[in-house]
T-cell receptor
Framework: AQSVAQPEDQVNVAEGNPLTVKCTYSVSGNPYLFWYVQYPNRGLQFLLK????DNLVKGSYGFEAEFNKSQTSFHLKKPSALVSDSALYFCAVREVYNAGNNRKLIWGLGTSLAVNP | DAGVIQSPRHEVTEMGQEVTLRCKPI?????LFWYRQTMMRGLELLIYFNNNVPIDDSGMPEDRFSAKMPNASFSTLKIQPSEPRDSAVYFCASSPQGHEQYFGPGTRLTVT
């Protein structure tokens, strides 16, 4: 069965330090992988995606993520955190092999990121 | 583009009343998704449509919930009758070619 795990409910980091938000996935076929961010009282916003090609993908607001097939991971990173990055982050996966009409994403439970000044 | 539009933004109703949530997807997007978010259960997919056709409604909690997409620019999620446990934030999202999804601002539903 497809699944996404975000092992940390909360991540705390000091402003200016690098941040990592972890995500691992389980699918039968090849994955499409996504990261979204949710600020308080807002809808989710797309940050970045991995479809194919370079394992390191860059997205909005200086975020990047590295696809690691052997470890089935897609960790979100940023070299220098800002207080304004404090938000809820969601990882999601779509299985490709049976895509066809399948547009469904499997979502992680979210990781709350707190960046301290 | 104005993004995904949802209305109303807030809805407070009494138990037993009918509630209708509305969504206008981004023009040109051919997939539409309805989600529910609560602290207890997180983000749940209720139903999604491709080209106005319902594809997967396995997340719809029970028969009190129904969704329609009469055309490419409009969808509704109806709860009848509503119950206090339906209180949540309901999101609509649309997607081009099934890749990233673009979310609306949500409707915060409170059933008393």
């Amino acid at each position: 069965a497809q699944s996404v795990a975000q092992p940390e409910d909360q991540v705390n980091v000091a402003e200016g330090n690098p941040l990592t938000v972890k995500c691992t996935y389980s699918v039968s076929g090849n994955p499409y992988l996504f990261w979204y961010v949710q600020y308080p009282n807002r809808g989710l916003q797309f940050l970045l995606k991995y479809i194919t090609g370079d394992n390191l993908v860059k997205g909005s607001y200086g975020f990047e993520a590295e696809f690691n097939k052997s470890q089935t991971s897609f960790h979100l990173k940023k070299p220098s955190a800002l207080v304004s990055d404090s938000a809820l982050y969601f990882c999601a996966v779509r299985e490709v092999y049976n895509a066809g009409n399948n547009r469904k994403l499997i979502w992680g439970l979210g990781t709350s990121l707190a960046v301290n000044p | 583009d104005a993004g995904v539009i949802q209305s109303p933004r807030h809805e407070v109703t009494e138990m037993g009343q009918e509630v209708t949530l509305r969504c206008k997807p981004i023009s040109g997007h051919n997939s539409l998704f309805w989600y529910r978010q609560t602290m207890m259960r997180g983000l749940e997919l209720l139903i999604y449509f491709n080209n106005n056709v319902p594809i997967d409604d396995s997340g719809m909690p029970e028969d009190r919930f129904s969704a329609k997409m009469p055309n490419a620019s409009f969808s509704t999620l109806k709860i009848q009758p509503s119950e206090p446990r339906d209180s949540a934030v309901y999101f609509c999202a649309s997607s081009p070619q099934g890749h990233e999804q673009y979310f609306g601002p949500g409707t915060r539903l409170t059933v008393t």
